[in-house]
């Protein structure tokens, strides 16, 4: 197991997503998965999914079932009469779907969820561990357009304490 900040991660038991993927959406919010992305959704064992508006950013995340249920188990937890834990429920939970493939490969985005992450109809879908997120291109190239020595900055303040145990 490895101890990054405060979480215990057991590496033998993770599935990940792996992959960024261009992908079109139409004006009726049918995104179409990529085949080698429907391939990694079967590996979760979920026929459903769970999208929500991200917390740091103008994109969408889509977690598996499984996943989606262990984190609210997480956030139950806390007490819902402390005015700030339940504001924080309300505001994480907020658009929250669940979303299946259709026949054609497609998930269907409601049309609040692709106002916040302001789809247009060329997206990109990116691995971000258990979950994947869903971008805008051109939102997308932004926010990973940072400079080197800022990523590497960055990768050294997250990373740089992170020890296999």
Do not use: H
Not at 31 to 51: G, H, R, T, W, Y
Not at 108 to 126: E, G, M, P, R, W
Not at 131 to 137: A, G, N, Q, V
């Amino acid at each position: 197991m490895g101890n990054f900040g405060n979480y215990y991660i057991n590496l033998s038991q993770m599935k990940s997503f792996i992959g960024t993927y261009e992908c079109k959406i139409d004006d009726k919010g049918r995104l179409k998965v990529p085949s080698s992305l429907i391939k990694q959704m079967e590996n979760f064992d979920d026929k459903a999914f769970v999208v929500k508006r991200s917390v740091f950013q103008p994109c969408l995340e889509v977690y598996p079932m499984n996943a989606w249920d262990q984190l609210m188990g997480k956030i139950n937890k806390l007490n819902r009469f402390i005015k700030k834990n339940a504001d924080f429920i309300r505001m994480f939970t907020a658009g929250v779907k669940t979303v299946e493939l259709d026949n054609a490969g497609r998930l269907q985005i409601s049309k609040d969820l692709v106002t916040f992450a302001n789809l247009q109809k060329d997206t990109v879908i990116t691995s971000a561990g258990e979950l994947f997120e869903i971008w805008d291109k051109e939102a997308y190239e932004k926010v990973i357009s940072t400079n080197e020595a800022d990523f590497a900055s960055l990768a050294e303040d997250v990373m740089g304490a992170f020890d296999e145990e």
